[in-house]
């Protein structure tokens, strides 16, 4: 069973750009999450999105954004990119919507974006 | 505001001895506890969990210990392996009565267990 794909795994933008990631959940899965992952501050929650709704939004700016697609695929779009956007993208996703009832989230290797 | 502390930036342990990964929250609210573990270049894969109406949940050599009174939990690894060596996160849930895979992740603490 393949696992959680994300694309592109490595990406370099200038400040000003906007970046589009995508995440292939595990087949048969309905629920996506995404997080950002920076030095000290752990990962912190965007977004997350079951059968294309966002159930749920994080502490971001509007800047971040998402979707989900009706396979279940997801994208998250970061505009007008900063340096301090420079981080590792995480995807998860989910065969349930609770991650407490499941045990767990199942993520991707990451897209690691940086702004310069 | 961090919900999810781990004071501790890494721990190093000796080769069968036991590992014991500490995790602090503020919000009463969380009802689910998860510890994931992460190698370099991987995404966090998930460990062992507990609800917060229990106190201990046990999978093989990994033991987590749950506090409500101390908003404390705790993760033992016994015997510890040099496999084990990653960074583990601890993250919390609140349910707040509906349904969320919505975690609050703490800094991680980067395990080293030596030969």
């Given at each position: 069973?393949?696992?959680?794909?994300q694309t592109?795994?490595?990406?370099?933008?200038?400040?000003?750009?906007q970046?589009?990631l995508?995440?292939?959940?595990?087949?048969g899965?309905?629920?996506v999450?995404?997080?950002?992952?920076?030095p000290?501050?752990g990962?912190?929650?965007?977004?997350?999105y079951?059968?294309?709704?966002?159930?749920?939004?994080?502490?971001?700016?509007?800047r971040?954004?998402?979707?989900?697609f009706?396979?279940?695929?997801?994208e998250?779009?970061?505009?007008?990119?900063?340096?301090?956007?420079s981080?590792l993208?995480?995807?998860?996703?989910?065969?349930?919507v609770?991650?407490?009832i499941?045990?767990?989230?199942?993520f991707g290797?990451?897209?690691r974006?940086?702004?310069? | 505001?961090?919900?999810?502390k781990?004071n501790?930036?890494?721990l190093?342990?000796q080769e069968?001895?036991i590992?014991?990964?500490?995790?602090?929250?503020?919000?009463?609210?969380?009802?689910y506890f998860l510890?994931?573990?992460?190698?370099p270049?991987?995404g966090p894969?998930?460990?062992?969990?507990i609800?917060s109406?229990k106190?201990?949940?046990?999978?093989?050599?990994?033991?987590v210990?749950?506090?409500?009174?101390a908003?404390?939990?705790?993760?033992h690894?016994?015997?510890?392996?040099?496999?084990?060596?990653?960074?583990?996160?601890c993250?919390a849930?609140?349910?707040y009565?509906?349904?969320?895979?919505k975690?609050?992740?703490?800094?991680?603490?980067?395990?080293?267990?030596?030969?």
């Amino acid at each position: 069973k393949a696992g959680v794909t994300q694309t592109p795994r490595y990406l370099i933008k200038t400040r000003g750009q906007q970046v589009t990631l995508s995440c292939s959940p595990i087949s048969g899965h309905r629920s996506v999450s995404w997080y950002q992952q920076t030095p000290g501050q752990g990962l912190q929650f965007l977004f997350e999105y079951f059968s294309e709704t966002q159930r749920n939004k994080g502490n971001f700016p509007g800047r971040f954004s998402g979707r989900q697609f009706s396979n279940s695929r997801s994208e998250m779009n970061v505009s007008t990119l900063e340096l301090g956007d420079s981080a590792l993208y995480l995807c998860a996703s989910s065969p349930g919507v609770m991650a407490g009832i499941t045990g767990e989230l199942f993520f991707g290797e990451g897209s690691r974006l940086t702004v310069l | 505001d961090q919900q999810v502390k781990q004071n501790s930036p890494s721990l190093s342990v000796q080769e069968g001895r036991i590992s014991i990964l500490n995790c602090d929250y503020t919000n009463s609210m969380f009802d689910y506890f998860l510890w994931y573990k992460k190698y370099p270049a991987e995404g966090p894969t998930f460990l062992i969990s507990i609800s917060s109406i229990k106190d201990k949940n046990e999978d093989g050599r990994f033991t987590v210990f749950l506090n409500k009174s101390a908003k404390h939990l705790s993760l033992h690894i016994v015997p510890s392996q040099p496999g084990d060596s990653a960074v583990y996160f601890c993250a919390a849930s609140a349910s707040y009565g509906g349904a969320t895979n919505k975690l609050i992740f703490g800094t991680g603490t980067l395990l080293a267990v030596q030969p």
